[in-house]
Nanobody
Framework: QVQPVESGGGSVQAGGSLRLSCAAS????????MGWFRQAPGKEREAVAI????????TYADSAKGRFTISQDNAKNTLYLQMNSLKPEDTAMYYC??????????????????????WGQGTQVTVSS
């Protein structure tokens, strides 16, 4: 049973930083797409950052570019999201998601939440002004 477990959320002031972690039990990275999504109250879930684990190629939402960095530690089977220069509009529940399908080297990961099979319970990020 694959179960992503997020941690690292919290409350920070605008301009602050947080580092989210996602430990995926029951799953070993190979050539997969993994990512961070977020959902604010009354809004749809959106992709924040996606990574192709085979070559570490990241994809960022426009809102995350230049501020967030997605990375992975294969040895620890853990996905990270470093978030800097946080803004109040970053306030949301953040979810780790895994697409267990194995892709070719030149694959491009989808940002559609429907493509991701395994989801964590989420970790809350609250940014105050």
């Amino acid at each position: 049973q694959v179960q992503p477990v997020e941690s690292g959320g919290g409350s920070v002031q605008a301009g602050g930083s947080l580092r989210l972690s996602c430990a995926a039990s029951g799953f070993t990275y190979s050539s997969n797409c993994m990512g961070w999504f977020r959902q604010a109250p009354g809004k749809e879930r959106e992709a924040v950052a996606i990574i192709f684990t085979r070559n570490n190629r990241p994809t960022y939402a426009d809102s995350a570019k230049g501020r967030f960095t997605i990375s992975q530690d294969n040895a620890k089977n853990t996905l990270y999201l470093q978030m800097n220069s946080l803004k109040p509009e970053d306030t949301a529940m953040y979810y780790c998601a895994i697409d267990p399908r194995v892709f070719n080297y030149d694959a491009h990961c989808s940002s559609a939440s429907s493509e991701y099979r395994y989801w964590g319970q989420g970790t809350q990020v609250t940014v105050s002004s």
